[in-house]
């Protein structure tokens, strides 16, 4: 790298309009922190890209002098692969527009964008499409793993909703890929995550939605837990599309709806979101309040990206995050046993275990329709560890790995790629299942040399 610096730096300037930081660079310390405060990496470059243009530019040096290339968005992956040590991070942060059509109802949005940049940008015009629960979230990183949020029942995983993409593929050429141009390419980036190219702009379907959304938490003590998560379990299986239920047990933040004694102790809560009338939403909630004793309760109409923002407290990046996931077909009670288990011994204040509810609109699509395959999928299952210091790190890794397995016997087939951590290499065939085979195809016609392989890697061999 030594001898890159002093040779090819500025031939790279020449032609890159971005930012380029360099280890002592004042902000480069700051740019290769990404949301996993485990992940500490030291790239020997950061390429700031401004324009598709600066992405080819960085594709281009990372090809002539065989460099480790790095690719982030929004900087979400728990696995960390938005940085490398010693290669090119195209770091695509600057990239921010979004330009919605509401006639048509579509998005063109940058690949720097957050889900409360996009959300904003819909909302003016009443519209969105599903993406995460957690507004600083990176729509890139999310949507080429598959994506799903509390739309996601009614109009189907964030992929389902991507129309086009253009894309710097490896050889260094530029392409739109689409149901009509480069349709097999089209097919992988629809889960198949950063392995075929870089995306420079994502094009993407709108639905109606609120402005305003009923939507808020149900708290139960953990007591009821057993009860609370089975009649979940009961009642997801039927919901109407509109309604999304998640359920989450952890201990209790310090929230103001919640009496200061439950503070710090164990809780189930279940947190809803419904995406059509909130009369009819108000109607469909009632049952949800007799599940148990309600500890308290957090429910009204707001703004939908109000709502979209209402975990990002408890998501701030800083923290060290550990994660292992499930999906799941059903929640039968061996899962409920095992999450009851383990969510009686949570290592730290800030872990938590959540099933996110999918199903609906998510499994009407047939399972080779893209590179995202698990349409039998209902719940996703995620043991978030999350902690403050690397004293914890042994402890509540332990406790995470251990409730992966006592529940994996009552998971469904394939994983969510975009939880897998970056030690979970050996289960990515397993994640794609139907559709693993065929991206390994697609990585020997687009990335033969695997120039991206900082991502949940499909090896072209
Ligand atoms: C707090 C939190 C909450 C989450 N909630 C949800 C949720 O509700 N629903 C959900 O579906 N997921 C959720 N996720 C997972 C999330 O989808 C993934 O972490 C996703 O990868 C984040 O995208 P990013 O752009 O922020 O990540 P980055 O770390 O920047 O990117 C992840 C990877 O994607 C690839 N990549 C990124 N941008 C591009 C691009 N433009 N072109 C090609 N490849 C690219 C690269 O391989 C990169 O390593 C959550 C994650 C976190 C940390």
Redesign the pocket.
């Known amino acids: 790298m030594k001898q890159l610096r002093k040779a090819k730096i500025n031939e790279f300037k020449a032609h890159f309009r971005g930012d380029v930081l360099l280890p002592g660079d004042e902000g480069y310390d700051e740019v290769r922190q990404?949301?996993?405060a485990m992940i500490d990496r030291r790239p020997a470059l950061i390429a700031r890209c401004k324009s598709p243009e600066d992405v080819l530019q960085s594709v281009k040096i990372a090809r002539k002098h065989n460099l480790l290339v790095?690719?982030?968005?929004?900087?979400?992956?728990?696995?960390?692969?938005?940085v490398c040590d010693d290669g090119i991070m195209i770091d695509?942060?600057l990239m921010k527009r979004v330009s919605v059509d509401p006639t048509s109802r579509r998005a063109f949005v940058e690949?720097g964008c957050?889900l409360a940049d996009f959300d904003a940008a819909a909302q003016k015009h009443g519209l969105a499409t599903p993406?995460?629960?957690?507004s600083?979230?990176?729509?890139?990183?999310?949507t080429?793993?598959?994506?799903?949020?509390w739309l996601s029942r009614k109009y189907g995983?964030?992929v389902d909703n991507l129309l086009s993409a253009d894309?710097v593929m490896a050889d260094g050429s530029q392409v739109l890929a689409s149901e009509k141009e480069n349709n097999d390419l089209f097919w992988g980036l629809r889960g198949g995550?950063?392995?075929?190219?870089?995306?420079?702009k994502f094009e993407f379907q709108l639905h109606p939605v609120g402005p305003d959304v009923l939507s808020g938490l149900i708290v139960f003590p953990f007591s009821q837990a057993k009860s609370v998560i089975t009649q979940f379990a009961r009642f997801t299986e039927t919901m109407p599309d509109e309604l999304s239920v998640w359920m989450v047990t952890r201990k209790a933040p310090p929230l103001p709806f919640l009496p200061a004694d439950v503070h710090g102790k164990e809780i189930v809560v279940l947190a809803l979101c419904y995406a059509g009338n909130p009369a009819e939403g108000e109607k469909l909630i009632a049952p949800l309040r007799k599940f148990g004793t309600v500890l308290g309760e957090h429910i009204g109409v707001q703004p939908y990206t109000a709502w979209q923002k209402a975990?990002d407290p408890l998501?701030t990046p800083g923290a060290r995050?550990y994660w292992k996931s499930h999906n799941f077909s059903q929640m039968g009670e061996g899962a409920i046993n095992a999450i009851i288990e383990y969510a009686a011994k949570m290592p730290s204040p800030q872990c938590e275990i959540f099933i996110?509810t999918i199903g609906g609109q998510t499994t009407r699509v047939a399972p080779e329709a893209m590179a995202y395959s698990s349409r039998d999928a209902k719940y996703v299952m995620n043991v978030h560890g999350r902690w403050e210091t690397s004293a914890e790190d042994e402890r509540c890794i332990a406790w995470a790995r251990e409730f992966f397995a006592k529940s994996q016997p009552f998971a469904s087939r394939g994983a969510?790629i975009?939880?897998l951590t970056q030690e979970e290499a050996g289960r990515i065939a397993f994640a794609y299942g139907a559709t693993y085979k065929r991206l390994v195809e697609l990585k020997k016609k687009y990335d033969p040399t695997n120039l991206?392989r900082?991502?949940?890697n499909i090896k072209p061999i």
């Open positions: 990404i949301w996993n790095s690719v982030r968005g929004g900087g979400h992956n728990i696995a960390g692969n938005a695509l942060s690949p957050t993406l995460g629960i957690n600083t979230t990176g729509v890139a990183g999310l080429l793993g598959g994506g799903f949020g995983m964030t894309v995550g950063g392995n075929f190219g870089i995306v420079t975990f998501l995050n996110g969510y975009n939880f991206f900082m991502n949940q």
